[in-house]
């Protein structure tokens, strides 16, 4: 059996190993979204809670009709663990995993919860897994994310400093001490990364050189950055907060069509102007969010276009009939057709070009054309 293979049969092991300790409860893991939710091109999302009472003015959770009010998320960490095992796109010690897309994963009511759900995808599934938080990373907190991933990548959020910042996010720790905890835990061994997100042109973009100055100061060497996406509720709610909204508006590529729609704001200019700052301070800013995850792990990847990220001399050999064994274990129904420098062609058709797609991209790390 090849690596590639030998992969989906770790992750059918883990499945029964599971079922058997969990009994009845399985069934209610099974039945949960995580079991049959594609991952986004960030990796698996993973609800740690839903709520968050940090308030953040251009928060579009509200907006997805998520509840506010703080509360964990109602699998235990086996179940969820379990409830990932099962799921049809996911790859143990491949897929990449993230943490805190709709929530604030370390506020009191989902601290415990987050980084049991951690400890548990990571010792029974080696998914490579990424945080984002808004929260002070404390000593405490450090230590335990160290023992529960050895490698997580961790990503904290800021999107402004001093009045902008107790403005926009009333609910949240001061940005400055953000970053200077996020500092301390780098130097205990934390992966810890900037996430400058979103950029509120206007605000943001502004303060590039504070914040970048004291992200250097602070120790720390990457900055993911990210524009700000609004609904009708989030232009509502900065104006309420003072932010003119000329110069967002400026970047729209067309008006929210609905409370729900989100619209990302066009931002290339601004993230060339942050990568030339950022160089003067001797900081990298990476072209995504998963960049840092594959950074944090040793690993390498070149599987989209704003690749290649991390260690080329991690990248692992790819044989066409391991991809195969790999497509028929998993009951995907493809034919490879060839293997080389411009990635994998696979021929297949519906459900199952998609799921050929998502396993081979997390798996070989490689680019996948599917031919119909």
Not at 199 to 206: A, K, L, N, S
Not at 242 to 252: D, F, M, N, Q, S
Request: proline share 9%.
């Amino acid at each position: 059996m090849g690596w590639l293979a030998g992969l989906w049969d770790y992750k059918v092991r883990v499945r029964r190993r599971l079922e058997g300790l969990l009994g009845d409860a399985a069934g209610r893991a099974a039945g949960d979204h995580h079991a049959r939710r594609p991952p986004r091109p960030c990796g698996i999302t993973i609800h740690t809670g839903t709520g968050c009472s940090m308030g953040c003015v251009y928060c579009y959770v509200p907006d997805m009709g998520f509840p506010m009010r703080p509360r964990p998320y109602p699998l235990s960490p086996l179940e969820m663990a379990y409830a990932l095992a099962v799921n049809p796109y996911v790859l143990p010690r491949a897929t990449l995993a993230a943490y805190g897309s709709v929530t604030e994963p370390f506020q009191p009511e989902t601290r415990d919860r987050a980084v049991a759900y951690i400890r548990e995808v990571y010792r029974w599934l080696g998914l490579p897994s990424q945080v984002s938080t808004k929260a002070l990373l404390d000593k405490q907190l450090a230590r335990e994310l160290l023992g529960a991933e050895p490698r997580l990548s961790v990503l904290v959020s800021v999107s402004s400093l001093g009045e902008w910042a107790r403005r926009l996010e009333p609910g949240a720790p001061p940005a400055e001490e953000r970053i200077l905890a996020a500092g301390e835990a780098a130097r205990m061994g934390l992966r810890v990364a900037l996430f400058l997100r979103p950029i509120i042109p206007g605000v943001t973009d502004r303060q590039f050189e504070a914040i970048v100055r004291l992200a250097g100061e602070a120790g720390l060497r990457y900055i993911v950055p990210g524009m700000l996406r609004v609904t009708p509720g989030i232009l509502s709610r900065l104006r309420a907060a003072g932010v003119p909204l000329g110069a967002i508006e400026a970047r729209l590529p067309r008006r929210p069509r609905g409370p729900r729609d989100q619209v990302p704001l066009r931002g290339g200019d601004l993230k060339a102007r942050l990568r030339r700052i950022a160089g003067e301070y001797g900081l990298e800013v990476l072209p995504a969010a998963c960049s840092h995850n594959v950074i944090a792990h040793g690993e390498y990847c070149r599987a989209c276009r704003l690749g290649p990220c991390g260690d080329p001399g991690a990248a692992r050999p790819v044989e066409p009939g391991d991809v195969q064994e790999l497509l028929d274990a998993a009951g995907v129904r493809a034919r490879v057709l060839r293997v080389g420098g411009e990635g994998i062609v696979v021929r297949a058709r519906g459900g199952d070009a998609r799921r050929a797609r998502i396993l081979l991209e997390a798996a070989a790390r490689l680019p996948v054309r599917i031919a119909g």
